[in-house]
């Protein structure tokens, strides 16, 4: 009798060990599957969209990257009521491509990059097409994020769809007034 009791203990601590195993190996797993090498892009003109970056990057762990025009652009430069403003000029010829501070931005060992930038006139800056254009995005999922006075990004998303055909694109956001939980839910969504 005491040796099926000993017998009994055995096997439900033999059980119990399995048990915890099984979960550790699960876990693991789930954190090797979240482990994607993050990059956040961004150009922000007046502050916006680097606070959009901030907050993909204190929920992604992702590093982070200031997208720079080799000269800023000052407060009568942004005008868009001004036709002779830097913007509008700059906007308004879609192969014109403002040039960068730093050309080439090391994307290497990055599984995801974001690439973030405003809405100017329902569209993305054209310094974002010099910096893609600088860049090389190959092995890469490049997802797009802007900011806005109210349009959204889908014209943008677009665009760049059919300007960049060869870059493998995930779904962008729009993240004017969003919350933390929608912008966990989109990085769910699209895998990270
Ligand atoms: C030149 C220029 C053009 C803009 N065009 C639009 C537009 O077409 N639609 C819109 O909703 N917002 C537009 N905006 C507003 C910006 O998209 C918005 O303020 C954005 O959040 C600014 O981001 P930033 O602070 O990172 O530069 C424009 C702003 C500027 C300076």
Known sequence: MRRLFYLA?????????????SNKHTERNNSEENSAKVLICYFSATGTTEKAAQRIASLTGGDIHSIEPQVA???????????LSRSYVEMHNRSFRPALLDSVTDMSGYDVVFIGYPNWWNTHPTIINTFIE???????TVVP????????????????????PAIRWAKGMLMNSV??????????????
């Open 9 to 21: 203990a055995a096997l439900a601590i033999a059980a119990v060990a399995l048990h915890s195993c």
């Open 134 to 140: 600088a860049n090389d995005f190959q092995g890469t």
């Open 145 to 164: 994020f802007m900011t806005s006075g109210g349009s959204n990004i889908i014209n943008s998303e677009n665009e760049l769809h059919e300007e960049y």
């Open 73 to 83: 652009y000052t407060d009568s430069d942004l005008d868009w009521r001004d036709s």
């Open 179 to 192: 919350s933390d939980n929608d912008i966990k839910d989109w990085l769910n969504e699209i895998g990270i």
